[in-house]
């Protein structure tokens, strides 16, 4: 099955405490990306991804890093996360030649 | 910058109603526009597209037609369902490959 996963789904952490969330595709699709959904803002892009090792900033990049060291996956590491970083997390993959985009079941983070 | 703007939510229909959820654009260049879906407790999914002016995006009796005179591009269905009941989004791909999402409008259809 064609599929974008996600994992942890909640994660509830304290401020500072660095955290990796695992986003993984199995539709050998080139483009990967990252966002964050808040209330009343919508979804924001965080980073994209076009292939491995080419990744650049979205939207709303600061206090996020991402790496893509192989082509289904593509990690967000937060490495102090901070309260205003408590949003639900989406991972989404494409392929270069295709308009839709796929997205995973999404990640729930709570920082206190 | 680039943006979308959706209409506010939420939106309650009773079944078999007309909706419309209006989407204006700003961007530079010739975006690809998209409606896509989240169900509660789902990722979103691509409803429907369209990527050259005057293009109508269709899926499911939705239609949404590119209108680059207006910058929108507004969501329509003749005849809503319950099972339509989720919260919408309003997007646009821009020529750098960045996409921009509306806040979202909620859709509640009641029987």
């Known amino acids: 099955e064609a599929q974008v996963t996600q994992n942890p789904r909640y994660l509830i952490t304290v401020t500072g405490k660095k955290l990796t969330v695992t986003c993984s595709q199995n539709m050998n699709h080139e483009y990967m990306s990252w966002y964050r959904q808040d209330p009343g803002l919508g979804l924001r892009q965080i980073y994209y991804?076009?292939?491995?090792?080419?990744?650049d900033k979205g939207d709303v990049p600061e206090g996020y890093k991402v790496s893509r060291k192989e082509k289904r996956n593509f990690p967000l590491i937060l490495e102090s996360p901070s309260p205003n970083q408590t949003s639900l997390y989406f991972c989404?993959?494409?392929?270069?030649?295709?308009?839709?985009?796929?997205f995973g079941p999404g990640t729930r983070l709570t920082v206190t | 910058g680039d943006s979308v703007t959706q209409m506010e939510g939420p939106v309650t229909l009773s079944e078999e109603a007309f909706l419309t959820i209006n989407c204006t654009y700003t961007a530079t260049g010739y975006p690809s526009l998209f409606w896509y879906v989240q169900y509660p407790g789902e990722g979103l999914q691509l409803l429907l597209k369209?990527?050259?002016?005057?293009d109508k995006g269709s899926n499911k009796g939705f239609e949404a037609t590119y209108r680059k005179e207006t910058t929108s591009f507004h969501l329509e269905k003749g005849s809503v369902q319950v099972s339509d009941s989720a919260v919408y989004f309003c997007?646009?791909?821009?020529?750098?490959?960045?996409?921009?999402f509306g806040t979202g409008t909620s859709l509640t259809v009641i029987p």
């Open positions: 991804s076009m292939n491995v090792e080419v990744t």
């Open positions: 989404a993959s494409r392929a270069h030649s295709s308009y839709e985009q796929y």
């Open positions: 369209a990527t050259k002016a005057d």
């Open positions: 997007a646009l791909r821009n020529t750098g490959n960045q996409f921009y």
